[in-house]
């Protein structure tokens, strides 16, 4: 699927310790439906068939609504079930890697937390950058906090688009509003929520005015 910035307004990364009520599948057919436009596939805990088999799944949920699905860190996952790309931390496999094993329009997304990460990122090879943690996050609980102005600074030093991440909520997504994200990623305020399609459906709204020039 060829990328563009546009599929960054609403990311929802996915979070299996929330599966119970409902599986997983039925959590991100939900939130397809409230109007994600992209979906990261997160899964920390499970062996590689299984994950594989997992991927393929979702991907051929995800292709029914035409939305991308990323896969978190493991590229041969998201080469074997057919996925349209991969993000992957600073600690993981380089950009520049995995751009040299994948052709151009698979999509590669890199975590970003200062100007330097952002413009090394961007010089290998990505697509887009998630950055953050731009607030205390319930999924990440060691994760680095940037300021405002640090959020600003890293999405004015790139041309390549990027998406906020970490604790964002309908509660607090407005205070990074003129920031210069082209999207905001999701992941608690979507799939624990007790509707997921609703609780979308309103983040996309907010989304829209966040990302507003």
């Known amino acids: 699927m060829k990328f563009n910035k546009d599929m960054l307004l609403l990311y929802a990364v996915t979070d299996s310790s929330w599966v ?12 397809l439906k ?7 596939l997160r899964e920390k805990n499970l062996d590689e068939d299984t994950f594989v088999s997992e991927a393929i799944e979702i991907n051929k949920l995800c292709r029914r609504y035409n939305v991308p ?4 860190d493991n590229v041969e996952v998201a080469l074997k079930s057919g996925a349209d790309g991969v993000h992957v931390g600073i600690e993981d496999v380089p950009v520049s890697k995995i751009r040299e094993q994948v052709g151009a329009d698979f ?10 990460q952002a413009q090394a ?11 953050g943690a731009v607030f205390p996050s319930s999924t990440k609980k060691n994760a680095i906090r940037i300021s405002n102005d640090q959020l600003r600074q890293i999405c004015s030093s790139v041309t390549i688009p990027a ?3 970490g604790g964002i909520n309908l509660k607090n997504v407005d205070e990074i509003k003129g920031c210069g994200v082209d999207g905001i990623a999701v992941v608690s305020a979507i799939f624990a929520s007790d509707d997921i399609k609703k ?4 983040l996309k709204e907010r989304a829209k005015v966040v990302t507003l020039v």
Do not use: P, S, W
């Open 107 to 116: 999509i590669i997304g890199a975590t970003a937390k200062t100007v330097e």
């Open 199 to 202: 609780a979308t459906a309103k």
């Open 69 to 72: 699905l990323i896969i978190n």
């Open 121 to 131: 990122a961007q010089k290998d090879g990505a697509d887009y950058l998630g950055v």
């Open 20 to 31: 119970g009520r409902q599986t997983l599948y039925e959590q991100v057919e939900d939130a």
């Open 34 to 40: 409230g109007g994600v436009t992209i979906v990261q």
């Open 163 to 165: 998406v906020a991440i």
